[in-house]
């Protein structure tokens, strides 16, 4: 089935909580990628929400802990809103997700449409040569790239030529991690990104 992929307009600064109609209107759209070539850091999300998608902006929902953890970890002087999200590439860092889809739950979708997505972000790596890759949902990496045994941290095989980490899903609703965890997780990859640059492969 088509799945509309319109993206939403960014909702500006302070700007009201969507309503549970903007919510509903939001279902199945996009949300536009903060990317460019070359950076160090590429943060790949499962899919928007439906309160990202309805906002416009990454990780928006109240209690995700996506832009708390990068300031903790170091990746931003400051602690940004979603709103500020373009910020991110001065910092080196961008934003995408697997599957740029809205939804009530990451359960809706298909593992099929997990590896249609897969194979997107494969391809959005080697078009964009980000140093590091990383995933922010164990389970969808598992499913997507059919890797029933991976865990947390950095991988051993690299993702089109970028260092591959997979690290927690920081959404609010995620209550096997607490804030210290993502911030410390977060930390790593920062510092995986700043060592020596390894040979791609």
Not at 55 to 74: C, I
Not at 76 to 103: D, F, K, M, Q, S
Not at 176 to 191: H, I, Q
Request: glycine residues 8%; aromatic residues 6%; charged residues 25%.
């Amino acid at each position: 089935m088509a799945h509309t992929r319109r993206r939403l307009r960014r909702a500006p600064a302070g700007s009201a909580r969507p309503s549970a109609r903007d919510l509903e209107a939001a279902r199945n759209k996009g949300v536009a990628d903060v990317i460019a070539l070359g950076l160090r850091v590429l943060f790949v999300g499962i899919n928007p929400s439906l309160y990202t998608a309805a906002v416009g902006h990454h990780f928006a929902r109240p209690g995700n802990r996506f832009w708390p953890a990068l300031h903790a970890a170091g990746f931003t002087p400051r602690l940004l809103a979603p709103h500020e999200e373009r910020e991110l590439l001065a910092y080196g860092c961008g934003i995408t997700n697997v599957v740029n889809r809205a939804t009530a739950s990451a359960s809706e979708l298909s593992v099929e449409e997990l590896e249609r997505g897969a194979r997107r972000l494969v391809a959005k790596v080697r078009r964009y040569r980000p140093r590091l890759v990383a995933l922010l949902g164990l389970t969808t990496y598992r499913l997507a790239f059919g890797r029933p045994d991976a865990t947390l941290g950095r991988q051993p095989e690299p993702l089109a030529g970028a260092e591959l980490w997979v690290l927690p899903n920081p959404s609010g609703l995620n209550a096997s991690f607490k804030p210290a965890d993502f911030a410390r997780l977060f930390r790593e990859v920062r510092e995986a990104a700043q060592a020596p640059e390894r040979r791609r492969a």
